[in-house]
Nanobody, 117 residues
Framework: QVQLVESGGGLVQPGGSLRLSCAAS????????MSWYRQAPGKERELVAT????????NYADSVKGRFTISRDNAKNTVALLMNSLKPEDTAVYYC??????????WGQGTQVTVSS
């Protein structure tokens, strides 16, 4: 069974940084593109960043471009999101998943990121 376990969230002041991690299991990790998504209160889940399989090419939402970096470690079956220059509008629950498997794989519990002074 596919499992996606997010971690690393927390409370941070505006301008601060956090590194999120997603531990994946139950599938051949390196064969799938992986993405980070987030859902803020009252809003739909949105795509934040994607990294290709087995790595290399990345894409970012305009709102995070230049501030966030997605990376993956196929040997560890993990995908990370380094978030710099955090803003209050980045406050959300962050999830990882494969963009081609959103209707097939269950979402993890997510990790809460709160940016507040």
């Amino acid at each position: 069974q596919v499992q996606l376990v997010e971690s690393g969230g927390g409370l941070v002041q505006p301008g601060g940084s956090l590194r999120l991690s997603c531990a994946a299991s139950g599938f051949t990790f390196s064969r799938y593109a992986m993405s980070w998504y987030r859902q803020a209160p009252g809003k739909e889940r949105e795509l934040v960043a994607t990294i290709a399989s087995p790595g290399g090419a990345t894409n970012y939402a305009d709102s995070v471009k230049g501030r966030f970096t997605i990376s993956r470690d196929n040997a560890k079956n993990t995908v990370a999101l380094l978030m710099n220059s955090l803003k209050p509008e980045d406050t959300a629950v962050y999830y990882c998943n494969s963009p081609s498997r959103l209707a097939l794989w269950d979402w993890g519990q997510g990790t809460q990121v709160t940016v507040s002074s």
